[in-house]
């Protein structure tokens, strides 16, 4: 990825004073290491004049995919390989916001000791960044710089010049203006903007991520018009640290109309109480959500299909509408797992002759499957590859036909507010597929169709109005006692 910074200037103010700023001569390239490859610094042209420094990084693909999180296999037989083939070592993001702080620290920190009087001084400057990400457009790349003092330029890269019919890509070539800013301040605008139109961090969100927003973003991001969204993106939209960020940005702007300090503001402000309670888990929702409707549909004999460590049968076995569970899994492991966390061998007799354990695979029909009034996939068919499905399908709907069952599996579209994890990346790694709200519903109606149920769908989760739930139920009803059709 590459990006380049000009300046011009005159026989009294040089432009190459720029070598002094970025604390790089322009007679030499320089190399650095980063955590994710090399960092090159060069100066293309170094005249009074007109001087530009430019930044290459190379990235390290391997290197990415070893340090990175939430690797799996997508839902496509190539899918692996875009670990390695994708657009970070060519597309600015987090991965060159780092390299800049990395090596125009002192810059960054408007700090030089060989001619401290620059870094105050406004220059022209022109930054030139030929491929970045913008998830929003070029309308959301200026409202980010404009208010900062830039004028902008963002043009859309073409999918393919070849074929323009096929549309712009979602990459933009930036190139930003201005001779009101010191270069301190475009590094800082730079170093929080890249990530925030990426939309995406290639390391783990923390909560000091928030003090250095703060810092970095002194003195322009309290006022920023779109100040939520860029808080919430470069924070990976982790609402605790959102929220911080925020409560925090607000305080500094009352201090700065109050013509006061932080801390007096702060001191007048009551403290929030230690008792705040805390978002709920999506694993507990999600049980939730599956034992409201088992009860709505009054089921009593239920089955937990890929039990795996026993969570839903123990929650179903408090419920003593439940009066049969069974839980099945294909792993002896996570059945082994289960009956301790359910305390089997210590377990009353009454209580014990409501649950069970068993292996099984789901692949293949069961005639212990049959007879029971609900069972429950939950988060199971997205582990299975895509060709098994039918099996899963006809054993399950074709075969045991329980008058209920409910299917749970994420909703990828949610995947851009999920925390930390990596764009293109599913959830578990050993996730063979996620699908959108569409294919979910699409399967879910034909099988529906193919073995005479009916099927109603259900958020679980918060349900984002651009993006949905990060979980989606779909609840299958049975319609008629004829045999299913031929899968």
């Known amino acids: ?37 090399t960092a090159h610094v060069l100066y293309p042209e170094a005249e009074a004049g007109r001087c530009t420094a430019a930044l290459l990084l190379e990235v390290d693909a391997v290197t990415l995919v070893r340090r990175g999180k939430g690797k799996g296999r997508g839902g496509a037989p190539d899918a692996a390989l875009a670990q390695y083939v994708n657009d970070r070592p060519y597309a600015a993001s987090s991965l060159l916001a780092v390299a800049l702080s990395s090596v125009f620290s002192s810059a960054m920190k408007g700090v030089c000791n060989a001619r401290p009087e620059l870094p105050g001084q406004a220059r022209p400057l022109r930054v030139e960044v030929p491929a970045l990400p913008a998830r929003g457009g070029p309308d959301l790349v200026r409202k980010l710089f404009e208010p900062l003092g830039w004028t902008v330029t963002a043009e ?55 003090d250095k927003l703060l810092r970095v973003g002194e003195g322009w991001l309290p006022g920023h018009p779109e100040q939520r969204l860029i808080t919430s993106r470069y924070l990976s939209r982790r609402w605790a640290l959102t929220r911080q960020a925020t409560e925090r940005l607000e305080l500094v702007r009352l201090a700065e109309t109050d013509d006061s300090e932080v801390e007096e503001i702060d001191n007048a402000v009551e403290a929030e109480t230690e008792g705040e309670e805390k978002p709920t888990p999506l694993a507990v929702r999600r049980r939730e959500a599956i034992v409201t409707a088992l009860r709505q549909s009054g089921a009593a004999r239920v089955l937990d299909l ?61 005639v212990r499957l049959k007879g029971y009034d609900a069972a429950v996939l939950s988060e199971v068919i997205e ?97 008629t006692t004829k045999e299913a059709k031929a899968a």
């Open 306 to 366: 890929g039990c795996g460590q026993g969570q839903l049968v123990q929650t179903l076995l408090k419920d003593p509408a439940f009066t049969e569970i069974v839980g099945v899994d294909v792993s002896m492991r996570a059945l082994t797992i289960a009956s301790r966390r359910l305390k089997l061998d210590r377990m009353g007799e009454r209580q014990a002759s409501r649950v069970q354990l068993f292996q099984g695979s789901l692949a293949y029909t069961d």
């Open 1 to 37: 990825m590459f990006l380049t910074i000009t300046t011009t200037g005159t026989p009294e103010r040089p432009a190459t004073d720029l070598g002094y700023l970025l604390h790089k001569h322009p007679d030499k390239a320089q190399a650095f290491s980063t955590s994710y490859g």
């Open 383 to 479: 582990h299975l590859d895509l060709p098994r499905l039918p099996a899963l399908e006809y054993a399950v709907f074709g075969s045991a036909r329980p008058r209920t069952v409910l299917v749970t599996t994420p909703n990828v579209e949610y995947n851009v507010r999920w925390e930390s994890l990596p764009a293109g990346h599913v959830r578990h790694g050993d996730h063979r597929f996620e699908w959108t709200r569409a294919q979910f519903r699409a399967w879910a109606g034909a099988v529906a169709e193919r073995h005479g149920y009916g099927v109603a769908f259900e958020p679980v989760g918060p349900d984002d109005p651009e993006v949905g739930p990060p979980t989606q139920m779909a609840v299958f009803t049975l319609t």
């Open 156 to 210: 859309p890269v073409p999918l393919d010049t070849e074929f323009p019919a096929w549309g712009d890509s979602r990459y933009v070539r930036l190139v930003l203006e201005s001779d009101t800013l010191t270069l301190a301040e475009a590094l800082r605008h730079l170093y929080v903007l890249l990530p925030v139109l990426d939309d995406a961090k290639h390391y783990w969100v923390a909560p000091d991520e928030v």
